[in-house]
């Protein structure tokens, strides 16, 4: 049972233009959404998140954007920059540390 | 400031065989949670450990069990290993049990367990 979904598993950027990543749901349980960023051989790190109350939070470049009713959400990174370039995972979870990820989806950004 | 670290960084296993991963969280850090990242997949949750007691677990057999001990480091055991349970293992560590909704869950680099 996939209660997130990336349906794109990559996506290809110019520099300087808006990157938007998609993620859908299933479980409209979820208090939090997040996004992780990860590079090869390291962690994920944590980009941004959202109260599911919210529909919208930014953060610098990173603005991520919910819409309860499509259980759909999207991470908008502009400009997009050569070290955008990684592999994101949207997350939800109920206020507590068991994230449940999607797949992800690569991310290149073109120079 | 250390991050979260975890060893081995590679380990080779065969079928039937046992296996500990280790994890240091970050100071000050007493909430722990281990996942699994299978290739192409997101990770996913195994367990959370808080003040050394079990906080939530995932749906995994109980081939795979953990624990933390007094200085909030923690141990992943997986038993009669599987082909399937090759995978990277990722720790990551937090304050206090709800603080990775708003605030920061610190992964590690993981160990990329190899079962032939």
């Known amino acids: 049972d996939q209660q997130v979904k990336q349906n794109s598993p990559s996506l290809s950027v110019q520099e300087g233009r808006i990157s938007i990543l998609n993620c859908d749901y299933t479980?409209?349980?979820?208090?939090?959404f997040l996004w992780y960023k990860k590079y090869p051989a390291e962690g994920p790190t944590f980009l941004i998140s959202?109260?599911?109350?919210?529909d919208k939070n930014e953060d610098g470049r990173f603005t991520v954007f919910l819409n309860k009713s499509a259980k759909h959400l999207s991470l908008h990174i502009v400009p997009s920059q050569p070290g955008d370039s990684a592999v994101y995972f949207c997350a939800g979870n109920f206020g507590n540390e068991k994230l449940t990820f999607g797949t992800g989806t690569r991310l290149t950004i073109i120079p | 400031d250390a991050g979260v670290t975890q060893s081995p960084t590679h380990l080779i296993k065969t079928r039937g065989q046992q296996v500990t991963l280790r994890c240091s969280p970050i100071s000050g850090h007493k909430s722990v949670s281990w996942y699994q990242q299978v290739l192409g997949q997101g990770p996913q949750f195994i367990f959370q450990y808080y003040e050394k007691e079990e906080r939530g677990r995932g749906n995994f057999p109980d081939r795979f069990s953990a624990r933390q001990f007094p200085n909030y480091s923690s141990e992943l055991n997986v038993n009669a290993l599987l082909l399937g349970d090759s995978a990277l293992y990722l720790c990551?560590?937090?304050?206090?049990?709800?603080?990775?909704?708003?605030?920061?869950?610190?992964f590690g680099p993981g160990t990329r367990l190899t079962v032939l």
């Open positions: 990551a560590s937090s304050l206090a049990p709800g603080a990775a909704s708003t605030d920061t869950q610190y």
């Open positions: 479980n409209s349980m979820f208090d939090y």
């Open positions: 959202i109260s599911s109350i919210k």
